[in-house]
């Protein structure tokens, strides 16, 4: 268990909807990260947050957004939906957020429909 | 052309043997070099770290990284079933890129009995 939680851990819904997928970092740990894993791309960086603010963003689409709050937890959301969004989405989590090593979460398994 | 190469496999090996696992990369920029495991349905989970060139020992695993050829390893003596998972590389610039890191594609491993 590497102490980050994300929640749900399955996620099932359809072309055009909205979700929020939610994370809460290892205890102590001050920045966030999303990354998505997907059969044909692998694993990628999407997006990261450090003590509440943007640090720094990969390939993330226009459709997706994020937040870091004031208590460390972290919230991305995916909206108007693509089959295409179907993927692993894992959370990890880091002290200081630049080569620290980061803790991975169980993932959200989202099937889009 | 993906910055990290790796190949997927499968790779099948009696327990016992050695295991050679490996990357390439082109990013000239990348100082700090992972291997994470990942077990089916879980969060990847680090197994090593180094930074720049050389080899670096724990226990059954070393992992060697030439930056001249941008090639990194990962090998693993006496391999048992439990090691059996996908293996996936790693590696930041660190600097401005702060924690983004890039994987490969990630290579599946199975260890017989």
């Known amino acids: 268990d590497s102490g980050v939680t994300q929640t749900p851990k399955h996620l099932i819904t359809a072309t055009g909807q909205r979700v929020t997928l939610r994370c809460s970092p290892r205890?102590?740990?001050?920045?966030v990260y999303w990354y998505q894993q997907s059969l044909d791309q692998g694993l990628q960086f999407l997006i990261q947050?450090?003590?509440?603010?943007?640090?720094a963003k990969g390939n993330i689409l226009e459709r997706f957004s994020a937040q870091q709050f004031p208590d460390l937890h972290s919230e991305l959301n995916l909206s108007s939906l693509e089959l295409g969004d179907s993927a692993l989405y894992f959370c990890?989590?880091?002290?200081?957020?630049?080569?620290?090593?980061?803790?991975f979460g169980p993932g959200t398994r989202l099937t889009v429909l | 052309q993906k910055e990290v190469e790796q190949d997927p496999g499968p790779l099948s090996v009696p327990e016992g043997a050695i295991v050679s696992l490996n990357c390439t990369y082109s990013n000239s920029a990348f100082q700090y070099f992972m291997w994470y495991r990942q077990y089916s349905r879980k969060g990847p989970e680090l197994l090593m770290y180094?930074?720049?060139?050389g080899n670096k020992e724990d226990g059954r695993f070393t992992a060697q990284v030439d930056k001249s050829s941008k090639y990194i390893s990962l090998f693993i003596r006496d391999s048992q079933p439990s090691d059996s998972a996908t293996y996936l590389c790693?590696?930041?610039?660190?600097?401005?890129?702060?924690?983004?890191?890039?994987f490969g594609q990630g290579t599946i491993l199975t260890v017989h009995p």
């Open positions: 790693a590696m930041t610039a660190g600097g401005t890129s702060y924690g983004k890191l890039t």
């Open positions: 947050y450090y003590n509440g603010e943007e640090r």
């Open positions: 180094t930074y720049s060139s």
């Open positions: 205890s102590g740990d001050l920045s």
């Open positions: 990890a989590s880091s002290v200081v957020g630049n080569t620290d090593t980061q803790y």
